[in-house]
């Protein structure tokens, strides 16, 4: 019998949907699992959870809640040979989304019947993240939908992204973008935003970099000039329908390693996490295959777009 921990952000999602703990722990053990609850107290507090059930040698450490929590849990988790699992009841689930865990009751099938899958993360400075990286715009989108309603659910960032772009027209940023260790892209010039891709889906379902997947050992950089509120207005909605953004101020590259310079303070999110960056140097880069994931058996990382 596999021991489980899950751990469960209270606050996360909205009260409609929202999977309570207990009730998951219930679900699990009526299928065969050895489940416990613990929930979150912090901010900080899942990753600590994770990384102790880790050294208590669980088997699977399942993460109750929305990309923030998913985010915390994955970072105790990093480099150790306890597996993730995801059950999503937040407000964007795009991690589950990007692991083919659309539903509660598809996550709960993968559980039970999945696999372990060695994926990627990254480091924006260090600091953790597993799905995506967002700068410029869409930090300042995060920031703004993290202040909404949560019963909104990703609604959020529609609403927040319409509020930004009428309003913010970009800051300047040089960039440094490699690719096992050969240079692929240098420039400068004022960004309107820039969304960093380990896997397709960011900011409750949109796909800037629709071919990211979370094995290949790469990032990839969609990076977008700034351009005229009604033009962004035009191409985002093709983001959230998966349809590639065509417009020749926006590029979308694959790489390992990215600096970028700038000389104001910058919104930021990692797996939607909202904060600001000091003007300066900083560096994102990919750490290949170093935490293991629980996906679902029918899937394959080369079939998101068909099952999304």
């Not at 896997?199 to 379902?205: I, N, Q, V």
């Amino acid at each position: 019998m596999l021991k489980v921990v899950v751990i469960a952000n209270p606050f996360a999602g909205t009260n409609r949907h929202r999977l309570d703990g207990q009730e998951a722990v219930n679900l699990l053990n009526h299928t065969g699992f050895e489940a416990t609850f613990r929930p979150t107290g912090h901010v900080g507090h899942a990753t600590q959870i994770a990384r102790q059930a880790a050294l208590e040698d669980h088997d699977l450490v399942i993460s109750l809640g929305g990309d923030g929590t998913v985010h915390e849990v994955a970072a105790g988790l990093a480099g150790t040979d306890t597996t993730l699992g995801v059950l999503p009841s937040g407000s964007g689930n795009d991690f589950a989304r990007a692991v083919g865990c659309f539903t509660v009751d598809d996550a709960l099938e993968t559980l039970r019947t999945g696999f372990d899958r060695e994926l990627d993360t990254a480091t924006l400075d260090d600091e953790f993240f597993i799905n995506s990286l967002g700068l410029l715009a869409s930090g300042l989108i995060s920031n703004r939908a993290a202040k909404l309603w949560r019963w909104l659910g990703g609604y959020r960032y529609s609403l927040a992204s319409l509020g930004t772009l009428l309003s913010y027209t970009g800051q300047d940023v040089q960039w440094k973008l490699e690719n096992d260790g050969d240079v692929i892209l240098d420039a400068k010039g004022k960004y309107l935003m820039a969304e960093i891709c380990n896997s397709p889906f960011t900011g409750g379902g949109f796909r800037f970099a629709p071919d990211a997947r979370l094995d290949d050992g790469r990032l990839d950089a969609c990076l977008i000039k700034s351009i005229p509120p009604w033009t962004s207005m035009r191409q985002l909605p093709k983001a959230i329908s998966g349809e590639r953004l065509n417009h020749a101020s926006i590029s979308v590259s694959p790489f390992t390693r990215l600096e970028f310079t700038v000389k104001q303070k910058v919104g930021y999110h990692r797996d939607g996490e909202a904060g600001f960056l000091q003007p300066g140097q900083h560096v994102v880069q990919i750490h290949r295959k170093n935490i293991k994931v629980r996906v679902p058996a029918r899937w394959s990382l080369s079939d998101q777009q068909e099952l999304s």
